[in-house]
């Protein structure tokens, strides 16, 4: 039971460049989220999914984009990266449609944008 | 705008004794409250869940307090040791629906003196 794991652990983009950001669960999971974690700010929320199929913007979405093909990956997409989108990036899961419950984060990634 | 802060960067404390972290929150009224422990380049991993009609939750050297009318959380960690060290997550929810707000705060970082 590997519980949530992501790809890569650190990238270096430049700006323009796009990538995606893999996260996958291993739980069954219906509620899924991506959160970014900047110095002295916390984690705040870039989009969810509350199962397969079904994904909605979070506080911080632009950007960004996600999709939920399956139960078991939630992949973030980065479009054309900018600077200000160097952060730490964490993939979480929490069984149930919401995050109400325990959530179950990965390890991160950390990508600079140059 | 809802806000949560928690009440400082940093907190040094010897070992044995009480840590107290405060959570405090405006212009939010939460359904409940998550605390998460977070090491130094690993993802948060949850500690305890406490509803708003909870008054306290207990876990092990864990104790967590929730006061609506203070719009405050404490998070004790009783006989404390420097394996407690680490920064400390409070999180709040507006509710239990898929389309629930969740806002983190920015965090505590403890440090346990021997």
């Known amino acids: 039971n590997a519980g949530v794991t992501q790809t890569p652990k650190f990238q270096v983009l430049k700006t323009g460049q796009s990538m995606t950001l893999q996260c996958a669960q291993d739980m069954n999971h219906e509620y899924m989220s991506w959160y970014r974690q900047d110095p002295g700010m916390g984690l705040r929320l870039i989009h969810y999914?509350?199962?397969?199929?079904?994904?909605d913007q979070g506080e911080v979405p632009n950007g960004y984009n996600v999709s939920r093909s399956t139960t078991e990956d939630f992949p973030l997409r980065l479009l054309s990266a900018a600077p200000s989108q160097t952060s730490v990036y964490f993939c979480?899961?929490?069984?149930?449609?919401?995050?109400?419950?325990?959530?179950?984060f990965g390890p991160g990634t950390r990508l600079t944008v140059l | 705008s809802q806000k949560i802060e928690q009440n400082s960067e940093a907190l040094n404390i010897q070992e044995g004794k009480t840590a107290t972290l405060t959570c405090n929150y405006t212009?939010?009224?939460?359904?409940?409250l998550q605390w998460y422990r977070q090491d130094p380049g690993r993802g948060p991993v949850f500690l305890l869940l406490?509803?708003?009609?909870?008054k306290e939750k207990r876990k092990e050297r864990l104790k967590v307090t929730f006061d609506t009318t203070l719009k405050q959380s404490l998070f004790h960690i009783t006989a404390s040791q420097p394996a407690d060290s680490a920064t400390y997550l409070c999180?709040?929810?507006?509710?239990?629906?898929?389309?629930?707000?969740?806002?983190f705060g920015s965090g505590t970082r403890l440090s346990i003196r021997p």
């Open positions: 212009n939010y009224s939460p359904a409940y």
């Open positions: 979480a899961s929490s069984r149930g449609g919401s995050s109400y419950n325990e959530q179950f």
């Open positions: 406490i509803r708003e009609n909870e």
């Open positions: 999180a709040l929810f507006s509710g239990y629906s898929s389309a629930s707000k969740i806002i």
């Open positions: 999914s509350v199962g397969a199929g079904i994904t």
